[in-house]
């Protein structure tokens, strides 16, 4: 079956800069399930958050499934992130550490039809080192214009 990638967080490679990614499994209900497989997502505003030793996804909008009935999910609430102790433990540390690091989703798939988040372990990026990196973009840019209009 492959890859199926239902939602991305294209804000998080401009605003952060990425330390170290990881995929993990989401606990869903059943219409969260059937709502993320018509891609009705959205992960731009959420966050990941260490509470107890347990890892949880929050801000995240899945949007209500059409046929459900009165037993739909809610379509913002937090859902806990399927990870291993010795990771959780791991980025905890790493956060308490240093305090201007976060958790952030990068994208949310579908892998063999199980769904997968990945996440990363970020640094926000201060004004200046936005600037710079629209300025290696836009570099990159015009040398792929030049390099296929010589071609």
Not at 70 to 92: G, P, Q, V
Request: charged share 30%.
């Amino acid at each position: 079956m492959g890859i199926k990638i239902v939602a991305t967080n294209r804000k998080a490679h401009h605003e952060y800069f990425i330390l170290d990614t990881l995929e993990c499994g989401i606990a869903l209900t059943g219409t969260e399930i059937k709502s993320i497989r018509a891609q009705k997502v959205n992960i731009n505003d959420s966050y990941c958050q260490i509470k107890k030793g347990e890892c949880f996804l929050i801000n995240a909008n899945i949007s209500k499934y059409k046929e459900g009935n009165i037993n739909n999910h809610f379509e913002i609430r937090d859902r806990k992130l399927l990870l291993h102790k010795i990771e959780i433990n791991k980025w905890y540390n790493k956060l308490k550490l240093e305090s201007s690091l976060t958790l952030v989703p990068l994208k949310l798939y579908l892998l063999n039809g199980m769904c997968k988040v990945e996440v990363a372990l970020c640094k926000g990026k201060k004004l200046y080192d936005k600037r710079e990196s629209l300025k290696e973009k836009d570099l990159e840019m015009r040398e792929k214009r030049a390099h296929v209009h010589i071609n």
